[in-house]
């Protein structure tokens, strides 16, 4: 069963920074693009920022200047650093590899509050 594993996420004031990984299982497939959802409560699941692994990076315009995304040098790793958090970043946030029909993490938990 392929996998994909964030971590990273937790409770943090508004304008701190929080770093996820995602690392995915080693059976998974190649993944051209590697995605970062998220999904506050009480709404859908959005599309924060996406890479391709020849460079190619989309973001939301809410995260855009304060989110960066990154591929790693091992196989199927994506991070998303973020950076001036607010209190609407609090989500839910999603790996996913291949797109909204591909492959799915469980998700980690970031809080942004004072």
């Known amino acids: 069963q392929v996998r994909l594993v964030e971590s990273g996420g937790g409770l943090v004031q508004p304008g701190g920074s929080l770093r996820l990984s995602c690392t995915a299982s080693?059976?998974?497939?190649?993944?051209?693009?590697m995605n970062w959802y998220r999904q506050a409560p009480g709404k859908q699941r959005e599309l924060v920022a996406g890479?391709?692994?020849?460079?190619?990076?989309n973001y939301v315009d809410s995260v855009k200047g304060r989110f960066t995304i990154s591929r790693g040098n091992a196989k199927n790793t994506v991070y998303l650093q973020m950076n001036s958090l607010k209190p609407e970043d609090t989500a839910v946030y999603y790996c996913?590899?291949?797109?909204?029909?591909?492959?799915w993490g469980q998700g980690t938990q970031v809080t942004v509050s004072s």
């Open positions: 996913n590899g291949d797109g909204a029909s591909g492959f």
């Open positions: 080693e059976n998974a497939p190649f993944f051209f693009l």
């Open positions: 890479a391709t692994t020849d460079g190619r990076v």
